[in-house]
């Protein structure tokens, strides 16, 4: 049996949501989730807080592959504690569910020296899930995402608009994701693990896609 194709979630700019919309989504699919590089916040980093966030017995939230001290852009966290690696060499983790996989800052934040957060999803060959929110400039940041994913040969699974919705904006990007569909996830207040079991259930019905798509060859 061939493994699942794991699915990054990318994102538009820093501080838009990717954890917040990887717990949702790690709740709907029952997947596994990992996020390779966290930087700062070790004592509560993302995969912690999608652990607290998610219900479901299945997922398992896996440990990080690099854990660096500063709350700073990867490649320059890593220089302050004089460390070397490559994205392009990481082992993801053994598993066979859906992998799940959570990149740090935007598409084109360094992730180590050399690579972006881009050239790492493209290394590994991942479809991706883009993660946006609505706010001034937010328009621009999207399209130019969704272009360097074209130029790149990532596919793009769905865009998810995390917060709040802009009909007007959403109308305008909506022509440049082609076929693939645009999901919500509203407003989530409080942020509590009951709040990520409503949006995952809403969001199932759109989410049967990647069911079909990303099951283990036979």
């Not at 699919?29 to 017995?57: C, F």
């Not at 996989?101 to 050399?114: C, H, N, R, Y």
């Not at 999901?183 to 896609?209: C, E, H």
Request: overall charge negative; glycine content about 6%.
């Amino acid at each position: 049996m061939a493994a699942i194709q794991p699915i990054a979630i990318a994102g538009i700019h820093t501080d838009i949501g990717k954890t917040i919309v990887s717990a949702i989504l790690t709740e709907a699919l029952q997947a596994d989730y990992w996020k390779p590089v966290q930087a700062g916040t070790l004592e509560h980093s993302d995969r912690m807080t999608v652990q607290e966030l998610i219900s479901n017995t299945r997922s398992r939230c896996h440990p990080e592959a690099i854990r660096l001290q500063l709350a700073a852009s990867p490649h320059h966290a890593a220089a302050c504690e004089n460390r070397e690696y490559d994205s392009c060499q990481f082992l993801f983790p053994e598993t066979d569910n859906l992998l799940l996989v959570e990149t740090a800052g935007g598409l084109m934040s360094p992730i180590d020296a050399d690579h972006t957060v881009a050239d790492f999803i493209a290394c590994h060959k991942m479809p991706a899930i883009l993660v946006t929110r609505h706010y001034l400039g937010s328009i621009n940041h999207t399209l130019l995402c969704l272009e360097l994913m074209r130029q790149r040969g990532i596919p793009l699974l769905c865009l998810v608009v995390n917060g709040h919705r802009d009909e007007a904006s959403e109308s305008f990007i909506g022509r440049y994701t082609g076929d693939s569909p645009v999901l919500f996830t509203g407003v989530l207040d409080p942020l509590n693990p009951g709040q990520i079991r409503d949006a995952a259930q809403q969001l199932k019905t759109s989410l049967s896609f990647l069911y079909e798509q990303h099951q283990p060859e036979r």
